[in-house]
T-cell receptor, first 113, second 114 residues
Framework: ELKVEQNPLFLSMQEGKNYTIYCNYS?????LYWYRQDPGKSLESLFV?????AVKQEGRLMASLDTKARLSTLHITAAVHDLSATYFC?????????????FGKGTRLSVIA | DTEVTQTPKHLVMGMTNKKSLKCEQH?????MYWYKQKAKKPPELMFV???????INESVPSRFSPECPNSSLLNLHLHALQPEDSALYLC?????????????FGPGTRLTVL
């Protein structure tokens, strides 16, 4: 059974600082997804990582995937308050078909001045 | 159009009521999903429809009854719910594995069962 673990689960960062969120998953997968959720809102897709070594960047966020280590990272550069949200990583339950996603517990990020 | 819509946004119902949640997408996606999310928890899968057929039921109690009338629509019929069923119900859709299987989520229906 696929398990997806994120750490840290809570992160309080000062504005302007850098930090990395880690996502480990337990079974072989060549894909990994990152989502953002604001309080009371739905999930917004941030990154779709489709192969080993994939790296994607959007603004102050950069995500990478190492399928051999079963590890994805979400790096935050020079954090700003607008990045405060919960970030979920998710892996496909199986490597084919219209498969559902298994989510990590989420990292609740709070960026403070 | 990269949008998944859900109605209603909020729903309050008693334990004897019957209600339905509706989800719609016009992206030509052939897979649609229902997830349930409790406060401060990740989404948990309930059902998957693939090409309008139910492909996964995560042992969801029968008081939840999904329906996929066509490739764009997904309903979740609710009957005799319990207070612990109160949650955010999220619908999602995806193109499929041969694309990137990115799942697009609707805004959710916040359900309160009294």
């Amino acid at each position: 059974e696929l398990k997806v673990e994120q750490n840290p689960l809570f992160l309080s960062m000062q504005e302007g600082k850098n930090y990395t969120i880690y996502c480990n998953y337990s079974t072989t997968s060549d894909r990994l997804y990152w989502y953002r959720q604001d309080p009371g809102k739905s999930l917004e897709s941030l990154f779709v990582l489709l192969s080993n070594g994939a790296v994607k960047q959007e603004g102050r966020l950069m995500a990478s995937l190492d399928t051999k280590a079963r590890l994805s990272t979400l790096h935050i550069t020079a954090a700003v308050h607008d990045l405060s949200a919960t970030y979920f990583c998710a892996a496909p339950r199986v490597n084919s078909g219209n498969t559902p996603l298994v989510f990590g517990k989420g990292t609740r990020l709070s960026v403070i001045a | 159009d990269t949008e998944v819509t859900q109605t209603p946004k909020h729903l309050v119902m008693g334990m004897t009521n019957k209600k339905s949640l509706k989800c719609e997408q016009h992206m030509g996606h052939r897979a649609m999903y229902w997830y349930k999310q409790k406060a401060k928890k990740p989404p948990e899968l309930m059902f998957v429809y693939s090409y309008e057929k139910l492909s996964i039921n995560e042992s969801v109690p029968s008081r939840f009854s999904p329906e996929c009338p066509n490739s764009s629509l997904l309903n979740l019929h609710l009957h005799a719910l319990q207070p612990e069923d109160s949650a955010l119900y999220l619908c999602a859709s995806s193109q499929g594995w041969d694309r990137d299987n990115e799942q697009f989520f609707g805004p959710g229906t916040r359900l309160t069962v009294l």
